[in-house]
């Protein structure tokens, strides 16, 4: 959530924004300064002038945060992390030293545990996005198609250099855009096609 409107790339210079890693380095190429702020301190932060922006995790999270209180104007959509996905992570030889039956228990734990988090995400997100324009006056903005184009571009920048700075790090990362090339095909003439002409 924002306290100014974005209307340009300009509008980022100067701007004090709670926002991490990856995404925090994209933004600080076009004037950002990232701040790091706990979760339970990110309203007072605004309130204050620590930060003029924050990021979170959406909707349900910014309700339950009170951003509404400091921040009029709610940005998407959120280029720096389009598809999530939830980890859970096993010591690989403690999992490896388990019979395969109960490896299949954690697999299965694992997978329930990112789809039923999403879902409820999802469902519950929309509710809640209701919720800050109808309850709280949020103003819902769209980011300028100038914006999305140069966050595009300096995040894969940002993070192909973050890639090579880890064998393994990059092999993901190259296994990763292997993976999302093949899948995209699919991608553009299903759910892009829909959502361009039915939305």
Do not use: C
């Amino acid at each position: 959530m924002v306290q100014k409107k974005i209307n340009s790339l300009e509008d980022f210079k100067g701007l004090k924004m709670r926002i991490g890693s990856i995404a925090g380095k994209v933004l600080s190429e076009v004037g950002v300064t990232t701040v790091f702020v706990h979760p339970e301190e990110i309203l007072p932060a605004l309130e204050s002038g620590v930060v003029d922006a924050a990021e979170f995790v959406g909707p349900v999270h910014d309700i339950l945060l009170g951003l509404y209180k400091a921040a009029r104007y709610y940005y998407t959509p959120g280029w720096h992390e389009p598809g999530p996905t939830l980890d859970i992570f096993f010591n690989k030889k403690a999992y490896n030293d388990l019979p395969r039956h109960f490896q299949k228990i954690l697999d299965v734990a694992a997978a329930n545990t990112n789809i039923r988090t999403l879902a409820a995400f999802d469902a519950q997100s929309g509710v809640a996005l209701d919720t800050l324009v109808k309850e709280h006056h949020v103003d819902v903005q769209v980011y300028p198609e100038e914006v999305m184009k140069k966050m595009k571009k300096i995040s894969k920048q940002v993070i192909d250099e973050e890639a090579k700075k880890d064998p393994f790090a990059l092999k993901v990362h190259e296994d990763y855009r292997a993976f999302q090339a093949k899948t995209a095909v699919w991608g553009k003439m299903s759910e892009k096609v829909y959502w361009n002409t039915m939305a």
